[in-house]
């Protein structure tokens, strides 16, 4: 993401707790801040993109942190998949320091991050999302950066997100499990359903990679569980049944404690397979 902010030619101050990124962005002529402190300071839009809610709170309210030394007019995007009232907390706290914080996450995954293709499910202040708009463009198509509403409705956008891809991936595993048990070529059966009303994306990308048991990450098993977590207490919070996505967080959960939390979540297939007998 931040590599495609330098191709688009924007001035850009990084900063990780691996150095890793950091040279290699710099080498694409990013500047580094040696804190996320040192980028609140040279910076009026921050992106953040980080694991979970704990690590955005940390980066923001902990020391050295953004808050303490956020600079007044400054929009802070975060684009971590983390809890509603996590995310409107932050907005709370970020408008008392005269800035802005909008909740930004997205879809689209790794491949759509190299591509500068990811969707951006945005809640917030409509106004700072239009300040930020052409930056939020260089990593993102225009026609998917989507407003959504106020401050969380980006998170529960992105709820909305994981539970459809979840409740999908597992009956793309099924119905290949099925063409498998009856000795039907599972990537011709693919091929069919995608002329049909059964085609997805989830059937075009992560159907190949169950038939062909490719699992290297795109997106860790172990973050899609969190994912999940929060997508179901979500759900529990508005009084809504998690019904298959409770039954799909523990096919994740299977997949994890069999080891394999570092592999692609589409790899929940493969627990499914396995319950077949395949």
């Known amino acids: 993401m931040a590599l495609n902010l330098r191709k688009h030619?924007?001035?850009?101050?990084?900063?990780?707790?691996?150095?890793?990124?950091?040279?290699?962005?710099?080498?694409?002529?990013?500047?580094?801040?040696?804190s996320p402190a040192g980028v609140a300071l040279h910076a009026r839009v921050i992106i953040t993109m980080l694991p979970d809610g704990p690590?955005?709170?940390?980066?923001?309210?902990?020391?050295?942190?953004?808050?303490?030394?956020?600079?007044?007019?400054?929009?802070?995007?975060?684009?971590?998949?983390?809890?509603?009232?996590?995310?409107?907390?932050?907005?709370?706290?970020a408008a008392g320091r005269d800035a802005t914080y909008l909740d930004a996450p997205v879809s689209g995954g790794e491949i759509g991050a190299i591509d500068g293709t990811l969707t951006f499910m945005v809640g917030g202040d409509g106004r700072a999302l239009a300040q930020v708009l052409p930056i939020l463009s260089a990593m993102g198509k225009p026609?998917?950066?989507?407003?959504?509403?106020?401050?969380?409705?980006?998170?529960?956008?992105?709820?909305?997100?994981?539970?459809?891809l979840a409740?999908?991936?597992?009956?793309v595993a099924e119905a290949i499990a099925l063409a498998r048990k009856n000795g039907v070529d599972p990537m011709k059966v693919r091929a069919a359903l995608m002329g049909g009303f059964a085609q997805s994306r989830v059937l075009d990308v992560h159907g190949e990679r169950m038939i062909t048991a490719n699992y290297k990450p795109g997106f860790k098993a172990k973050l899609f569980k969190k994912d999940l977590g929060i997508a179901t207490a979500a759900l529990?919070?508005?009084?809504?049944?998690?019904?298959?996505?409770?039954?799909?967080?523990?096919?994740?959960?299977?997949?994890?404690?069999?080891?394999?939390?570092?592999?692609?979540?589409?790899?929940?297939?493969?627990?499914?397979?396995?319950?077949?007998?395949?």
């Open 143 to 164: 026609e998917k950066i989507v407003h959504v509403g106020e401050s969380g409705a980006g998170q529960i956008c992105k709820a909305c997100n994981q539970i459809v």
């Open 55 to 93: 690590d955005v709170s940390a980066v923001l309210e902990g020391e050295h942190g953004v808050f303490s030394a956020l600079q007044p007019g400054t929009v802070i995007v975060d684009s971590s998949t983390i809890a509603p009232a996590t995310a409107r907390r932050l907005a709370l706290e």
């Open 236 to 278: 529990a919070e508005a009084g809504v049944p998690a019904i298959t996505s409770s039954v799909v967080a523990q096919l994740v959960a299977a997949q994890i404690a069999a080891g394999r939390g570092e592999e692609d979540y589409s790899a929940i297939g493969d627990v499914i397979f396995e319950l077949a007998h395949l």
């Open 167 to 171: 409740g999908t991936m597992a009956v």
């Open 9 to 34: 030619g924007f001035d850009v101050i990084v900063h990780s707790r691996s150095r890793g990124p950091v040279d290699a962005l710099v080498a694409a002529g990013a500047r580094a801040g040696d």
